[in-house]
């Protein structure tokens, strides 16, 4: 089976519609690339309680849980504060990481700064050469920060850690329309119950209508969901496949 992963996206900034959440995007893509199966993404507040909440009752349901935005200086990130509610710790200055902060920034270290060296008790540097500020993670719970080029950067020197066995995948692009598909669907995945199958309709423009995916831990189950719903589609209708 495929690892699972959760993906929690704090910040208010988001919920408001004044910034864009780019991340999560981005890491569905990466994870899936990687063979992680995103299970959810959950977009919340700045809030201490509501953090502790969400991971202390939906980390246990998945392997990989990855949080960005709340982990720089000002009063309203408070992501830490919330890993350290849900695993029931408390926070406290760790010493590691204000050497690096001190080290980072130099005579340019303002006060407020060194917040960022405030953990939860038991959290893992996870250090990579690359990085000049570690990762941090706690359990199975990663925290990253939500600024998109610091995260992406942070991001791309761990990834390698989350690889896990490839999907299986093929796709079919067809001139017949959701309507027309849904009892062959549903009698292809009645034979192949291994498989799951996406129908994706496109507006006009295109050269085709609908694109199928089948996808399955199962690279042979794939195939056979695949050339059932080819036999039972007319030649004509199909696009092409992959």
Not at 48 to 53: C, S
Not at 179 to 191: D, R, Y
Request: charged share 25%; proline share 7%; glycine share 8%.
């Amino acid at each position: 089976m495929h690892r699972t992963a959760l993906i929690v996206v704090v910040g208010n900034e988001i919920l408001t519609g004044k910034v864009e959440d780019t991340n999560s995007p981005f890491l569905a893509r990466e994870l899936y690339a990687l063979g992680v199966q995103v299970r959810s993404i959950v977009t919340i507040a700045d809030e201490v309680e509501t953090i502790g909440r969400i991971l202390r009752e939906l980390a246990p349901c998945h392997d990989v849980v990855i949080t960005t935005g709340g982990v720089g200086p000002t009063h309203d990130d408070v992501t830490l504060a919330g890993v350290a509610r849900a695993f029931g710790v408390p926070v406290e200055r760790h010493p590691e990481m204000e050497r690096i902060l001190r080290e980072f920034y130099g005579a340019g270290l303002a006060p407020p700064l060194l917040r960022m060296a405030d953990l939860p008790r038991g959290m893992e540097l996870v250090d990579q050469a690359e990085l000049r500020i570690p990762c941090v993670r706690m359990g199975n719970v990663w925290v990253f920060p939500g600024e998109p080029t610091i995260f992406r950067r942070k991001w791309l020197a761990v990834r390698e850690r989350f690889r896990s066995e490839p999907f299986a995948l093929a796709k079919i692009w067809t001139l017949k329309d959701e309507g027309e598909l849904a009892p062959i669907l549903e009698e292809t995945l009645a034979l192949h119950p291994k498989v799951t199958i996406g129908s994706y309709p496109v507006y006009p423009g295109h050269d085709y209508a609908v694109m199928l995916t089948i996808e399955s831990d199962d690279r042979a189950a794939v195939k056979d969901a695949q050339l059932e719903i080819l036999r039972r589609l007319p030649p004509t209708s199909v696009v092409r496949t992959e």
